[in-house]
C-alpha cells in the first residue's frame, strides 16, 4: 500500500529544518552579543529581549500597539487588495494594459515612506493617510503578480471556450480564474508582507501607538532591547500572516504548488 503523499506546504519534514534555522540563528545571535564584538547595551541577548517583550506584553503597551497596528495594515491591504481586480483587467485586455501598465511603471519605483508628507499634509496624521500609504504600496505589488499570471494564460484556452460556446462569464470563472489563481495567490501573500513594510513608514508619519511608532520611541531613548522585541514581533507577524494565507491558498487553490 502505497502512503498518502502529504499536501504541498505540509510536509512534517519542511519543520525540522526551519526549527534547526531558528537555533542556529539564536546561537548566532547570543554568541555575538556575549563576545563584546558590539558595544555593551547596542546588542541584547535572546533573554533579554525576550525579558523586554514578556514586560511590554504584561504592561498591556504590546496588546495596544499590536491591535493598533493590525487595524491600520489589515485595512490598507484590504483596499489595496483591489489591485488585483485591475491586474485580472489589464492582463486580459492589452489595450487597457496599453493605457495603464506606464503609469504604475512610473508610481511603483516610488516609495510609501516618500510620500509621507504629502499624505499628511492632504489628510492629516489621522488614520485616513496611513491606510491610504499602505494600500498605494499594497496595490502596485498586488497588480504585478496578477497582471503578469493573468497575460501568461494561454489564448488558446480562451479560445476553446469561446468556440464551445462558454459566454464571458464561464470563460473567466472556469479558464482564466483557475489558471491565473496561483499567481493571486503569490500576489496575495506579497501584498501582505508589503502592508507590513508600509506599515512602518506610515506609522513613522504620525501616530500615538503602533509597532513602528514604539520603536521610532525606544529608538530615541536606545531601549535597544525594547527595539529587538517590536522587530522580532514585526517579523512574527509577517510570518503568522503568510502561513494563514498559504492555508488559505491550499484549501482553495490546490492545484497550486505554493
Do not use: C, N
Not at 483587467?89 to 510620500?115: D, K
Not at 495567490?185 to 508619519?205: D, M
Request: overall charge positive.
Amino acid at each position: 500500500m502505497h502512503a498518502t503523499p502529504s499536501p504541498p506546504g505540509r510536509s512534517p519534514g519542511r519543520l525540522g529544518p526551519a526549527l534547526a534555522a531558528a537555533g542556529a540563528v539564536l546561537a548566532l545571535w547570543s554568541l555575538l552579543a556575549w563576545s563584546g564584538a558590539v558595544a555593551p547595551g547596542l546588542l541584547p541577548t535572546p533573554g533579554e529581549t525576550a525579558a523586554a517583550l514578556a514586560d511590554s506584553a504584561r504592561s498591556g503597551i504590546l496588546a495596544a500597539d499590536l491591535g493598533a497596528s493590525l487595524a491600520r495594515a489589515g485595512q490598507g491591504f484590504a483596499l489595496g487588495a483591489l489591485g488585483s481586480a485591475l491586474g485580472f483587467a489589464t492582463g486580459y485586455l492589452p489595450r487597457l494594459s496599453a493605457a495603464v501598465t506606464p503609469v504604475i511603471s512610473f508610481l511603483r519605483p516610488i516609495p510609501a515612506i516618500a510620500l509621507v508628507p504629502l499624505a499628511t499634509a492632504w489628510f492629516g496624521i489621522g488614520e485616513t493617510a496611513k491606510r491610504l500609504l499602505i494600500a498605494y504600496a499594497v496595490l502596485l505589488a498586488v497588480w504585478l503578480y496578477v497582471h503578469d499570471g493573468v497575460s501568461r494564460v494561454p489564448a488558446s484556452h480562451l479560445r476553446a471556450a469561446r468556440s464551445l460556446g462558454a459566454p464571458l462569464h464561464r470563460r473567466f470563472t472556469e479558464v482564466l480564474l483557475p489558471a491565473a489563481a496561483p499567481a493571486l495567490l503569490a500576489a496575495l501573500r506579497y501584498g501582505a508582507s508589503v502592508a507590513l513594510l508600509a506599515l512602518v513608514a506610515a506609522e513613522l508619519g504620525g501616530a500615538d501607538r503602533g509597532l513602528a511608532y514604539r520603536l521610532q520611541v525606544d529608538g530615541q531613548f536606545l531601549r535597544v532591547d525594547r527595539m529587538f522585541a517590536g522587530l522580532l514581533v514585526l517579523g512574527l507577524l509577517g510570518v503568522a500572516v503568510d502561513l494563514v494565507l498559504a492555508a488559505v491558498g491550499r484549501r482553495f487553490v490546490h492545484w497550486s504548488a505554493s
